[in-house]
């Protein structure tokens, strides 16, 4: 009788530890990727430039992709997926942050404005931006642009993904 107790107890023990690993999230995985997350957003909240910020992604976007064929069970994809819409939404600001660049060159884009390329259209409707209709006098071409303090609501969004991800 005892023999069988102690048996069952190690099956169950066994079975614990099994479903433990199996279920669970291996944290030491995410470590690289939380921490090179933790840098993008300091960089975004030290307001630090363009060139800063593009290294600091740059690290979190390969820690991200290396993460790819690491993931073990349903809850490290889950997790791997909230890793990825981080990233997407980092890279979303980048590139609006990219156009915000290239628009302060020209003279005739007001000063606080991105025009709003093709390449961003769908960033002003994913993340509501406002949108601004104007006409060059000189040659009556219509174009449109975005506040570029809009970058902030994108921002914004990822300072929610990022303490989801810290939590």
Request: charged share 25%; aromatic share 12%.
């Amino acid at each position: 009788m005892r023999n069988a107790a102690v048996g069952i107890g190690i099956v169950l023990t066994l079975t614990w530890g099994i479903l433990a690993c199996s279920s669970g999230i291996e944290k030491k995985k995410f470590d690289g990727p939380l921490k090179a997350a933790q840098a993008v957003q300091q960089s975004i909240d030290n307001l630090d430039d363009y060139e800063t910020f593009a290294k600091v992604f740059d690290v979190f976007a390969n820690e991200v992709l290396a993460l790819r064929d690491n993931v073990a069970n349903e809850k490290e994809q889950k997790l791997f997926r909230d890793y990825t819409d981080l990233l997407m939404t980092y890279q979303d600001g980048f590139l609006l942050w990219e156009y915000k660049v290239e628009s302060a060159q020209y003279s005739w884009i007001p000063e606080g404005r991105i025009y709003l390329e093709p390449k961003i259209k769908p960033l002003a409707l994913k993340y509501h931006l406002p949108v601004q209709s104007h006409i060059v006098e000189l040659t009556q071409h219509s174009w449109k642009s975005v506040p570029a303090d809009s970058l902030k609501i994108i921002w914004e969004r990822a300072r929610l993904q990022y303490g989801k991800l810290r939590s």
